[in-house]
């Protein structure tokens, strides 16, 4: 892995302040964009590498080191979390658990991990991720032919044993589990299936169950999100600790900071850029640049366009 010019290293990011971890310093152990899933609403854009396959895919020194590097130096911002996320599922990572502990070794702060929950069946998964404080699954599906529509998943993967597995690991686990399920406008909002992922929600029993819909449009297909009347009528069809968490981000996205979307929308006047380009030119990891893009968007300052496979951002010049 590369440094940055700007000094940051592409695997440490941030701190950044995140509505649900507050200051959280991102890890990122999956290269863009290796998943077990190609969500129809991601916000990092297409899974290039679809595939359930655990490995070393950037090396347990190389994270390790920008880890101790960064622990080394004496930083003032407060940290509120350590947060395993990534440019794609982190327990693909096979050397997570080793990560985990170490990170353990170097700060006192708590340890999350961002996960699409789709390796939990694996006893060694559950294993590596013991050592955590908080680990937060998604489950956007509770039966196969909307898992399949919502999460276009690796093809061996089965929702059931998924949901076992998130079940299973919230039985061994000491932290806290939040369960976050993602609804995306008549994809998996039918009532029927909603009943079935409150039963899979209830069997799993996480401390917190967040729910929350598409905030931005993805870069590819359409995703439209439900509306907030609905996503509270929803959440009353939820027992436990339910809420609804409207700008909730996957990738545990850093908050908006106007000098840098001003940045942002300067670089696109002069040329269309993909999000890779972006981040390379700012320094900006890219799930830092995905939160000023996906603002942009919504106050219609910045448009996609599809060209060669890639998405291209653009701005009208005045
Ligand atoms: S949203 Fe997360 S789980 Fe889904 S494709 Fe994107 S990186 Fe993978």
């Known amino acids: 892995m590369n440094e940055k010019s700007s000094g940051q290293s592409e695997v440490i990011f941030g701190p950044v302040p995140s509505r649900r971890l507050g200051m959280s310093l991102g890890v990122d152990v999956i290269p863009m964009k290796i998943c077990s899933y190609d969500c129809i609403y991601c916000e990092l854009g297409r899974t290039t590498h679809l595939i359930i396959e655990r490995k070393e895919y950037v090396p347990e020194k190389t994270i390790v080191r920008s880890m101790e590097r960064y622990f080394a130096k004496k930083h003032d911002a407060p940290l509120d979390y350590v947060t395993f996320s990534g440019s794609g599922e982190p327990t693909l990572n096979s050397k997570i658990g080793v990560l985990i502990r170490r990170l353990k070794e170097l700060t006192d702060t708590p340890v999350a991990v961002l996960t699409n929950g789709s390796l939990l069946n694996d006893p060694q998964v559950r294993q590596d991720l013991m050592p955590a404080d908080l680990v937060i699954p998604s489950l956007d599906a509770a039966e196969q032919k909307t ?20 079940h299973q690991f919230s039985k061994e686990f000491q932290g806290e589990i939040w369960l976050e399920i993602l609804f995306v406008k008549g994809v998996n909002d039918h009532p029927d299936h909603i009943r079935k992922l409150s039963e899979a929600a209830r069997l ?11 905030v931005r449009p993805p870069g590819k297909g359409f995703a439209p999100p439900i509306d907030m009347d609905k996503l509270n009528e929803i959440s009353s069809q939820f027992s436990g600790n339910v809420e609804v968490v409207a700008d909730l981000t996957r990738h545990g996205n850093p908050a908006y900071k106007e000098d840098k979307g001003n940045d942002v929308i300067a670089m696109l006047k002069i040329r269309p850029m ?45």
């Open 204 to 214: 799993i029993n996480p401390t917190r169950i967040q729910l929350t819909t598409v």
């Open 274 to 318: 993909t999000l890779e380009d972006i981040s390379s030119s700012t320094g900006m990891h890219r799930n830092e640049v995905i939160k000023y893009v996906d603002q942009l968007r919504r106050e219609h300052t910045v448009n996609s366009v599809e060209f060669s496979g890639k998405t291209y951002f653009t701005i009208d010049r005045e």
């Open 147 to 166: 898992f399949i529509k919502v999460n276009q998943p690796e093809a061996s993967l089965d929702v059931s044993d998924i949901i076992h597995g998130i």
